[in-house]
């Protein structure tokens, strides 16, 4: 077993002890956390920005990140509901506000790929100019009234006690989980996240996976947003604002670098689950606002550290005794 | 101004006396334990705090053991948290949710599987637009009643008329919205034929892009005489704004502000005259109203009369500002000035 | 320009690229707007930049070793507010004093992100999310939902945005934009010409490097985030003066602001280049954007898809024009024999 393998390990290892913890407080604590109403809650209230976390954790081992996946979220529902007001067929309006998605997507990946912009710089410009975009579909207006099976794909559990959203979710995590870690094209992307200039050599077409990977991140960040838009049955200019940071929150206490280069999907799930129950477990113990963000937050900097501390102090102690 | 209040007072008066004409029949069954959430749009702003102040001066009164459980997001969480409170309420199953709505129709289904459960659903402040999943709105005013205060403000300030702008919180702020829209109703009467809008801008409850939302106006508009920010935060800081630009004497400022965060630039005159209701009192009235429908003392239907401790009697009636949805409404609105201001704001 | 090109590398003139932008814009605002060239237009971008300049000043110190700062705008909030609450409990601090609360409470908080990155090696990034919301969450429990409200300010304090320090010809420069300046410069020059302050280039270049050549590097990354905090501080100060009502929302977003600043301007987000000045200037471009698009007769709601638009523009005509500079020195780099400087130079700023 590599070093780097290792620390891998004991990082996800980390994560499920934490996991571990956490149910066991919430079982002690609530009688309702185990309900399953409530699971299936804990999972609905934010299977939108879990959906568009597994495509972040592409981008980010590449190297790359995506800060417009809230404002395309936000625009493919939008435009969404503005077709669907101007009295056209909902499938193609569901058509259209992906094909939009995939378009941001690829727009962003074409400057970052093909014009080598930094991608913090275009999608940063992406945060603010497609939100821009769907404010100028919506204005001030707020249109639902959709179609009941358009609300029920957000709403109604239709496998079991799992929704649409839900088997979504898992689909694109056996898809993304199968691409990353047994696919030549997830070694691209470990590699490129290890430097370009490495993955040029080694015969990678750069470009055209960057352009891949962002059009697939705006793909996915539109069916993130219809499904929103599906759950909630209601859109308006501000929908989904401000996801990205809770997303890449997910992503990075998933062990992913922030640089690129490593990270495991089995990591970001375990961070999902981590973040999810706490987040319940919180909300039932009614612990709200920001007390609960500080939380996450101090989780998030602890997971990091602690174990930081032990492995440094272990070496000290080693140390005296050789 | 002095007829302006004046009129003010006779329609508090006015509406006094009509509560008093009715008959109250339902009274509060004290000492129930029931628990209840009160949800704000965020934490950490004044008005919430004020209500949560009501809310549990109301509590006490009622002798509910259970404390009013003061639940609320954080503001860049706003939408997907309050859902997020609502459903965790739901699956504990409390006895009622008050909610200041800041998720328009986007909250429906979330308050709908609570109601459906049983959970009385009491908006308060801002309500559901459509109605699905609420039994009953507390209205601090009659949303249209907002337009006329504001028009007449804006006469009161500019007499012979002029140019004015609107400065609003977010395009998706639905309270702001209703108001606008009567405001514009309002103004079509031949009585503020003299008076403009020339504008709508939003500063999204940011001082900063309040602030700088309200220097653009002057900018954009040299002949502007007044910015009406129907909203706390863009007040106080288009106020900020004209007082360091020294742009006072020819820009006027008014709308919903808090005293405490107006008295000096009502003083010094850059917002003569603004308004608001209390949030102390809408506090109380809105757990009166949830605690009375979840002990069973009240049911959520048109004519429904009750008491409301300190404050008297209401009505639950259609509200006429919505397509569907019931209403209790509290009113009046007081009209701050220099005469009342600096009492207001201790 | 042989001369020019043996003195100057391109990366010491990419600010003359943003710089030539922005006159641009300018250009075309002008066209566009009447009485745009005034005093008061001036005085909107110089007065709305001020703070973002200020933290991107030390968003800069930080990004250079390559780390990020997210919690800026937590920082500002929470100085802004406390500085505040004890003005207006002793009305009689002076202004120095009022600076130094503000500015000490924003280096403590800098100096724990900093001890947690610097030798706690946690990554910035998940260190200053954590404290975005930790540092909010502290102000919110701290204020009880209180407002500092103006009218609890000293005169003074409520006065200082529009102060003018001097008047040059028709154009008012006011203190506020002259301390932004100030900091500015001190800490570009700090940085350009003390050892220490190049080490920060050192470590965000090559960290492994910088440290088997004995730089200090810990030390430097908590000098940064110190820095950083203190000038937050500094601008939660400025806040403070400037909208006078402060709320547990002050400062809610100013992270991504400065981080755009900080991008437009040049800064390479993995360190090791970027000046202060480019991040100023990122700074003023934004700023001229967004004031200028605010005059523009527009529709309200297009002025968000309109601006994210320039952005990306400014960076990739920035990016374009820097390529051209850099081919036109590799050129005259031919004739003579390669020297290393200039091979060192342009390897630093491969986009990543």
Known sequence: MTAVQSRLMSWEGLLLALLVVIVAINIGYSPYYLGVENIVNLFQLSIEKIIVALVMTLIIISGEIDLSVASIMGLAACVMAWLFQLGLPMPLCLLAAILIGAFCGAFNGFWVAYVGLPSLAVTLAGLIGFRGVARIFLEDRAIGGYPAWFNSLGQQPIFGPLTFSIIVFILLFAVIGIALHGSALGRYIYVMGNGIEAARYSGVNVKRVKLMLFTASGVVAAIAGLLYAARLGSVRGDTAFGFELDIITIVLLGGVSIFGGSGSLLGVGLSIFLILNLRNGMGLANITGNTQTSVIGALLILSVLVPNIVQSTLKRLKGRET | MKKFLTTTAALALVSVMAHAAYAADAKATPGKSIDMVLLPKFLGIAVFDQAHTGAAEAQKELKNPKEVKFLGPTPENSVAGQIEIVTNATTQNVGAIMISNNAGDQIAPAAKAAHDKGIKIVTWDSPIPTAEGEDVFVAQVDFNKTGQVMADMALNILPDGGEFAILSASPDAANQNAWIKAFEQVLKDPKYAKLKQVDLVYGNDQSEQSYNQALALVDKHPNLKLIMAPTTVGIAAAAKAMQDEKLCDKVKVSGLGLPAEMVSYTMNGCAPQFALWSFVDLGYLTYYTAYMLAAGDLKAEEGAKFTAGRMGDYEITKDPTREKGLRVLMGPFTVYDKSNVEAAAK | MSWLQRHIRPEQVRELSLLLIIILAVIVFGAMIDGYYTSRT????????????????????????????????????????????????????????????????????????????????????????????????????????????????????????????????GLEIRAIVVLALIVVIVFQLLLSFFNFGRGFYAIGSNPDAAELVGLPKQRIIFTAFALSGALSGLAGFMFLARFGNITVEAGRGLELQVVAAVVVGGVNIFGGSGTLIGAMLGAVMIGTLEQSLFRLQINEFWRDAILGLLILLAVASDAVLLNRLRALWARADMRPVARPTSAVGSEGEVAP
């Open chain 3, 42 to 169: 001036f005085n909107r971008i110089a007065t709305s930049v001020a703070i973002v300049t200020v933290i991107g000043a030390g968003m800069t110190l930080v990004v250079l070793t390559r780390n990020i700062d997210l919690s800026v705008g937590s920082i500002v909030g929470c100085t802004a507010y406390f500085t505040g609450v004890q003005l207006a409990a002793n009305p009689n601090l002076g202004a120095l004093s009022a600076i130094a609360i503000a500015m000490g409470l924003g280096l403590l908080m800098g100096a724990v992100n900093g001890v947690i990155v610097a030798w706690g090696r946690v990554p910035s990034i998940i260190v200053t999310l954590g404290t975005l919301a930790i540092y909010r969450g502290i102000l919110i429990d701290y204020s009880g939902a209180k407002t500092v409200t103006t009218d609890s300010l000293p005169p003074w304090l409520v006065d200082l945005p529009q102060m003018p320090l001097m008047t040059i010809g």
